[in-house]
Nanobody, 125 residues
Framework: QLVESGGGLVQAGGSLRLSCAASGSGRTFSAYAMGWFRRAPGKEREFVAAINWSGATDYTDSVKGRFTISRVNARNTVYLSMNSLKPEDTAVYYC???????????????????WGQGTQVTVSS
């Protein structure tokens, strides 16, 4: 089970930190890449950021330099720190666990098999 938190309403230029806590899957959390995805109104779900077991990260171009993904394995938690938020960042944000141990921080939705319910992020102009 993945549970996201930390979403909300923020003005453009502001910051938020999303959290995703994992539990109950029977997996060793530290062995799996974790990703953040988002779905804006009227659009498909898209990749935002990912971090793998070794701490390697990947970001979509539109968030590079503004968002940071991190993980604390002792807490089975992955974070997404979002700075300099823009109205176009408005979306439901989902965390996900990759289905393969010791994989790369992948961008493909199909490589993730556990998903959270999502948390709404709204950025006002």
């Amino acid at each position: 089970q993945l549970v996201e938190s930390g979403g909300g309403l923020v003005q453009a230029g502001g910051s938020l930190r999303l959290s995703c806590a994992a539990s109950g899957s029977g997996r060793t959390f530290s062995a799996y890449a974790m990703g953040w995805f988002r779905r804006a109104p009227g659009k498909e779900r898209e990749f935002v950021a990912a971090i793998n077991w070794s701490g390697a990260t990947d970001y979509t171009d539109s968030v590079k330099g503004r968002f940071t993904i991190s993980r604390v394995n002792a807490r089975n938690t992955v974070y997404l720190s979002m700075n300099s938020l823009k109205p176009e960042d408005t979306a439901v944000y989902y965390c996900a666990s990759q289905g393969t141990r010791f994989g790369l921080p992948g961008r493909e939705l199909e490589s993730y098999d556990y998903w959270g319910q999502g948390t709404q992020v709204t950025v006002s102009s």
